[in-house]
C-alpha cells in the first residue's frame, strides 16, 4: 500500500458516492416495485408505536414479532416527517446502503497516490451498486440496508485501529458502531465477537496482547449496554428471552444444513468474479506483512457469518438477503486485492501497459456480473413478491368496509393485509402469535422455512371473524389444509369471492358466519344476513357506490346461505332483499327449515347482474 495521508479529497468522493449511489438507484429502478411483506410488519410496530398502542402487531399480549429493532425504531423518523411508510423505508434503505459508497470511498481515498487507487475502487463500486443483494434490499423495506450501512463504518473502523493500537478514540467508535448493529438484529453480536477475536489476533501477532485486551474491553462496552439493554426490555415487556420469531424459524436439521449450503453457494456464485475474487484478496492479504492483521475480521466475519446463514438454513426470500453483509465486506476486500495486483504489477515494471490492461480487463469482467445480476430469472424471481401489491388492494378493501367494527383478521400474509387494512390481526404462521410459536410441528425444519407453524384447533378457538389465506387464495401450507379438513371450519365459515375495488381481481374470503362483529345479527323478530355472506356468485362480490360490499346475482347465480338459529327455526319468516334487488320482481326466494336450522337460496333469469346488499327475515 502506498502510504496515508490525513487528506481525503472531496470532490472525487462526492464524485464516486453521486456516480454510485446513481448506478444504485438505476439498478433499483430495473427490479421496482419490488417490496418485501415481512417489511409491512416491522411498519406495522412502528405505526401501532407512533398511535401509541406499543410495540405490538396486534391487540391482546405483545409479541415480539419482529427481530430488527433497531430498523423499527428509525422507520419512525420519516412517517414523523410526513413521509409514506413504505416511501421512507425504501429512502432509508437507500441511503444506508449508499452510505456504504461513501465510507469505502472515504477510506480508500486517504491514500496519498490517488490515481493509484481510483481505479480499483471505481471498479469495485461499480460491483457493489450492481449486486443483487444490495440492489433488491436497497428498496425492500426490510433491515439489510441499515446493516450494511453499520457493518460498512465498522470494517475502516477495525482497519485504523488494527493499523494502529493506540487509537482508543477509534475503539470506542468502533465499540458504538457494533452495539448498534446489536440490536439491529438478533444475530449483530456476530459481528461484535469476530471483531474482538480479530484485534486480540493482532495484537498477539505484533506482541502487544495486552493492548489488544484493553481495546477489547472497550469494543465490549455498547454491544453489552445496547444487547443488554435490549434483552431486559424484551424480558419485561415481551416475556421471554428470544423474539418470537426464533420459534418460528430456527430449526436445527439436516434439510436446514442443505438448505443453507445451497442458499449460501448460489449467492456467492451469482455475485461471480466479484465474490471470487474478493475473497481470494482477503486470503491473500494473510501473506501480506503489512495487510495481515487488515484480513482477520474480513476472513473471521465471512467464515462465521457465512456458518451462521447455513445454520438457519438461509433464507425464503429472493435475492439472498442475508448475503449484504457479505457483499459490504467483500467491497473492501476487493479494493485492497485490486491495489495489491496493481503493486504487483508495478514491482514487474509493466506500469504504464498494465494499469490499462488492468483497467480493460477489470471493465470486461463487468459485464458477465451485471448479466448474472439482471438475467430474466432473476426478474422473475422478484417479480413473484409483488402479490404484496395484492395484499394492499384486500387489505384496503377491508379497511374501507370494517374500519368501524374492527373485526379481527386471520392471515397467512402477515404483513400488507394487516398493514393496509389496519384491523386487528391473527397471524396463522405464528410469526406474531405467541402460542402457535411456542406449540410446533414434529417436522419443523423439513418444510418451508417460516411458513410451517400453525395450529387450526387453536385458530378456530380464537373465532377469528375474517380469514384471508396468502392474498386471497384457497387454503395454503399444512395449517391451511388442516383447516380445510376441519368439518367446524366449513360449518361455521362462508367462502365468498370478493372483487376488490381497484383491479376487480376475485380473492377467496372466509367470513365468520356468526361473528358478532360483522355476522348474521339474531334478534326475536329478525335475522339480518349481510350480503357478503351469500355464497355462490360467479361473478363475486363488489364494494358498490356506497361502499358496501354486495353479492351479485344474474341467471348463471345461485345465491345462498344456511345457518343454525336456536328456537327460530321454527318459527314462520317472510324474507325482504335490500339493494337494487329491491325493485326486481325477477328473484326468486327459497326458504328451508329444520328444527334448528335455516336456509335460503336466491336465483333469478335476469342476465345483468342485480346488486343485494342484505337479506332480512321477519317474523310473521
Not at 412517517?79 to 470511498?105: E, K, Q, Y
Not at 455498547?222 to 435490549?230: I, L, N, R, S, T
Request: net charge negative; proline share 6%; hydrophobic share 45%.
Amino acid at each position: 500500500m502506498t502510504s496515508q495521508s490525513s487528506q481525503k479529497p472531496l470532490l472525487p468522493i462526492l464524485a464516486l458516492v453521486a456516480v454510485f449511489s446513481a448506478v444504485l438507484a438505476l439498478s433499483a429502478a430495473y427490479f421496482w416495485p419490488f417490496y418485501s411483506d415481512d417489511a409491512l410488519i416491522s411498519l406495522r410496530y412502528t405505526v401501532r408505536m407512533l398511535e401509541g398502542k406499543g410495540l405490538t402487531w396486534t391487540e391482546g399480549r405483545p409479541v415480539e414479532g419482529y427481530s430488527n429493532l433497531l430498523w423499527v425504531l428509525l422507520n419512525a423518523i420519516p412517517i414523523l416527517l410526513g413521509i409514506d411508510p413504505v416511501l421512507g423505508s425504501r429512502i432509508l434503505g437507500f441511503l444506508c446502503l449508499s452510505s456504504v459508497i461513501a465510507t469505502c470511498s472515504v477510506w480508500f481515498l486517504r491514500y496519498s497516490n490517488l490515481k493509484d487507487v481510483v481505479w480499483p475502487l471505481i471498479i469495485s463500486l461499480l460491483f457493489y451498486a450492481m449486486s443483487l443483494p444490495i440492489v433488491i434490499w436497497a428498496i425492500g423495506g426490510l433491515e439489510q440496508p441499515l446493516y450494511g450501512a453499520l457493518i460498512g463504518l465498522s470494517v475502516p473502523l477495525y482497519y485504523s485501529l488494527v493499523d494502529d493500537f493506540s487509537k482508543s478514540d477509534r475503539a470506542w467508535v468502533l465499540s458504538f458502531v457494533l452495539g448498534l448493529i446489536c440490536i439491529t438484529r438478533p444475530d449483530g453480536p456476530i459481528f461484535s465477537v469476530t471483531a474482538a477475536a480479530s484485534i486480540l489476533l493482532a495484537g498477539i501477532l505484533n506482541g502487544n496482547w495486552r493492548r489488544s485486551i484493553q481495546l477489547i474491553a472497550i469494543l465490549a462496552v455498547f454491544p453489552v449496554m445496547f444487547y443488554g439493554g435490549q434483552l431486559i426490555f424484551r424480558l419485561g415487556y415481551y416475556g421471554d428471552y428470544v423474539p418470537n420469531t426464533a420459534y418460528a424459524k430456527i430449526a436445527p436439521t439436516g434439510n436446514r444444513f442443505l438448505t443453507g449450503v445451497k442458499y449460501l453457494g448460489k449467492g456467492l456464485l451469482n455475485l461471480t468474479p466479484f465474490a471470487p475474487i474478493a475473497i481470494l484478496s482477503a486470503v491473500g492479504m494473510l501473506f501480506s506483512p503489512a495487510a495481515r492483521a487488515r484480513s482477520f475480521y474480513p476472513l473471521a466475519t465471512l467464515g462465521v457469518w457465512g456458518a451462521y446463514v447455513i445454520f438457519i438454513g438461509g433464507d425464503i426470500f429472493p435475492a439472498y438477503r442475508h448475503i449484504v453483509p457479505l457483499v459490504v465486506i467483500m467491497l473492501f476486500t476487493h479494493v485492497e486485492g485490486m491495489v495489491w495486483l496493481r503493486d504487483k504489477l508495478a514491482q514487474m515494471n509493466w506500469i504504464s501497459i498494465n494499469r490499462i490492461t488492468l483497467a480493460v480487463l477489470s471493465s470486461i469482467l463487468v459485464l458477465p456480473f451485471a448479466f448474472l445480476q439482471f438475467r430474466p430469472q432473476m426478474v422473475e424471481e422478484t417479480g413473484y413478491e409483488n402479490w404484496v401489491w395484492e395484499g394492499q388492494e384486500v387489505g384496503e378493501l377491508l379497511d374501507i368496509l370494517f374500519a368501524d367494527s374492527q373485526p379481527v383478521v386471520a392471515v397467512t400474509a402477515a404483513g400488507s393485509i394487516p398493514f393496509w387494512s389496519n384491523l386487528p390481526a391473527l397471524d396463522m404462521l405464528g410469526l406474531n402469535d405467541y402460542h402457535i410459536a411456542r406449540n410446533r410441528p414434529d417436522d419443523i425444519g423439513e418444510g418451508l422455512l417460516g411458513h410451517e407453524l400453525g395450529d387450526s384447533d387453536y385458530i378456530l378457538e380464537q373465532r377469528p371473524d375474517i380469514i384471508i389465506f396468502h392474498t386471497g387464495t384457497i387454503p395454503l401450507f399444512s395449517v391451511g389444509r388442516a383447516m380445510e379438513n376441519s368439518e367446524e371450519f366449513k360449518e361455521n365459515y362462508n367462502q365468498v369471492i370478493v372483487n376488490t375495488h381497484q383491479t376487480n381481481q376475485p380473492r377467496n374470503v372466509y367470513f365468520y358466519k356468526y361473528s358478532p362483529k360483522i355476522g348474521i345479527q339474531q334478534a326475536p323478530d329478525q335475522i339480518t344476513v349481510p350480503a357478503y355472506l351469500l355464497k355462490g356468485s360467479q361473478s363475486g362480490h363488489i364494494l358498490n357506490s356506497q361502499n358496501e360490499l354486495v353479492a351479485q346475482l344474474s341467471a348463471e347465480d345461485r345465491l345462498y346461505i344456511d345457518f343454525v338459529a336456536p328456537d327460530a327455526a321454527s318459527a314462520e319468516w317472510r324474507v325482504e332483499i335490500d339493494g337494487q334487488a329491491a325493485e326486481s320482481q325477477n328473484i326468486t326466494i327459497e326458504l328451508e327449515q329444520d328444527n334448528d336450522w335455516i336456509a335460503v337460496t336466491l336465483t333469478t333469469e335476469q342476465s345483468e347482474p342485480i346488486e343485494v346488499e342484505t337479506i332480512t327475515l321477519i317474523k310473521k
